[in-house]
């Protein structure tokens, strides 16, 4: 007989775990409180403008080919994709410096920069190769559930050269002291959600990803991964309820046997929660939570954003596809992240023009801009905060990049902490769920499997292994086995 799995949310990790558990011969029901799916991931489209809301950079590539080759096909088959060239780039106060796609071209930008550094280069690369291809094959795939995961020798032999006790502050130091060095060697830690100081020197393994697996971008956005996923999950008869919010998952004798959402009840052998974990666990009566409210309380979340989707009805000089702002204090910006939580005076920002690359984004002539602000998790925004932020936001473009464009802007949404609550039930309003610091990595994430109800499970961010698209995927797929694993022990 079939199992019925119930997943609610329709993000990347609700997504993989669907296809898997569907090949497998599941009867996989997805439910999704948006009317599409993709989670914080969607799209909208708008005069002629098409806006990714969530994630825009492709890094990792081979993580997106391995999971379509699970289902014998290749990303080709559903989009395009294209290497950016340059990378990236990074603005400073008197500074704009491109960043190469060809390695050889990096190292020779490393050494104009600081003497010596092409060289430290390459043994850093050669570090962070190691680093990256030992997760890759043996530790992002782990469940996370038990310590003996690594008590095999060919696992302990490996984390022992993974700097797991080390920073990755104090690790780029070894190699670079020019502080625009350094700023781009832990520019990636970003993603993770905390600070160089508080990050894991394994986690250096970002930096092959950047600079040696490149970054990507498919055409039309996205969101084309999205759509991807959701035709495979579609062709392997997953089901999906658009517009259904959950309401509440109903346990009996111990056990989940259905979840209800304001118009219908599913039955379901087992239930995967693909949305926010924190969120997920107040579905459940209190008794059978894994967490309870104060250790949530106690987590370091990931930043949350102030966005901004922006249609210019011109084109825009100086912009590439993605483009970052270091031209202030990192120290002040951090303190104002995760020391002092509080509005930035002077924030770090991000902007993205993928109609640099995409034209089919915008209209003829026209540029599609995203700007990302990180902020502290649980701040609360205001229309009148959001104005002011577009402002300075504006005004550093501008001022920067010598350009003005602000009266050629033809459309403007924002998009914030209180946005990330409504719409994805964001613990705090966080964007990237929790900080990869040391004492939130691997077993000490929150457990993929609820400890007193075995039919529940959670995947995503929240979880093993972490933040990101690539992890996402993955998350998907490790809950997807776990369960299989469960079913075939009975």
């Known amino acids: 007989m079939m199992k019925k799995v119930i997943i609610i949310g329709s993000g990347f990790a609700g997504l993989s775990a669907a296809c898997f558990l569907a090949k497998a011969g599941c009867d996989v029901t997805v439910i999704e409180k948006h009317d599409q799916p993709g989670g914080r991931a969607r799209a909208f489209s708008t005069q002629g403008f098409t806006f990714d809301m969530g994630p825009s950079w492709y890094w990792m590539p081979d993580v997106f080919e391995r999971f379509f080759a699970s289902f014998d096909t290749k990303s080709s088959s559903f989009y395009e994709l294209v290497r950016l060239d340059p990378s990236y780039q990074v603005i400073w106060e008197k500074e704009c410096l491109s960043l ?7 190292s020779s930008v490393f050494e104009e920069i600081e003497k010596g550094a092409a060289e430290r280069l390459d043994a850093f690369m050669h570090e962070a190769k190691y680093k990256y291809q030992v997760s890759m094959d043996k530790l992002v795939y782990m469940p996370g559930l ?19 006790f080390s920073s990755v502050h104090k690790h780029v130091r070894k190699y670079f002291s020019d502080s625009r060095l350094l700023q781009i060697t832990e520019f990636p830690i970003l993603f993770l959600g905390a600070l160089p100081k508080n990050t894991p020197a394994l986690y250096s393994l970002m930096n092959y990803a950047d600079m040696k697996l490149g970054t990507w971008y498919p055409m039309g956005g996205m969101v084309q991964i999205v759509n991807a996923m959701y035709k495979i999950a579609t062709t392997l008869d997953v089901k999906f309820r658009f517009d259904e919010q959950v309401e509440e998952i109903v346990v009996t004798d111990n056990k989940i046997n259905c979840v209800k959402t304001q118009s219908r009840i599913y039955s379901a052998n087992h239930i995967v929660a693909a949305c926010d974990y924190a969120h ?3 579905l459940l009566p209190e008794a059978y939570r894994n967490y ?3 250790y949530w309380e106690e987590r370091n979340m990931s930043p949350s954003s102030l966005l901004y989707y922006i249609g210019v009805n011109k084109k825009i000089e100086g912009l590439l596809h993605h483009n970052l702002f270091f031209d202030t204090s990192f120290e002040q910006h951090s303190a104002e992240l995760y020391t002092s939580p509080k509005w930035p005076e002077d924030p770090l920002m991000y902007v993205c023009c993928p109609s640099k690359t995409d034209p089919g984004v915008a209209p003829i002539g026209c540029e599609n801009l995203f700007i990302l602000i990180p902020v502290a998790p ?15 936001a504006m005004d550093r473009i501008e001022q920067r990049m010598g350009i003005s464009f602000r009266d050629s802007i033809v459309y403007k949404r924002s998009y914030a902490g209180s946005d990330f609550i409504s719409d994805y039930n964001s613990y705090k309003g966080n964007a990237y769920g929790l900080a990869n610091t040391l004492m939130q990595t691997a077993i000490l994430k929150p457990s993929i499997r609820n400890k007193k109800l075995l039919n529940m499970y959670y995947t995503g961010q929240l979880t093993v292994p972490g933040p990101g698209v690539p992890p996402a995927i993955i998350s998907g797929e490790i809950v997807a086995k776990q369960i299989l694993k469960s079913e075939t022990h009975k």
């Open 378 to 392: 649980g701040l609360k925004d205001t229309d009148e905060i959001k104005e002011q932020y577009f402002h300075i």
């Open 280 to 282: 997920a666990e107040q």
């Open 100 to 106: 190469p796609a060809d390695y050889s071209a990096l």
């Open 292 to 294: 309870s409210g104060q």
């Open 146 to 164: 038990s310590v003996k995961e690594f008590f095999t020798k060919d696992v302990m032999g490996s984390v022992l050269k993974m700097d797991i």
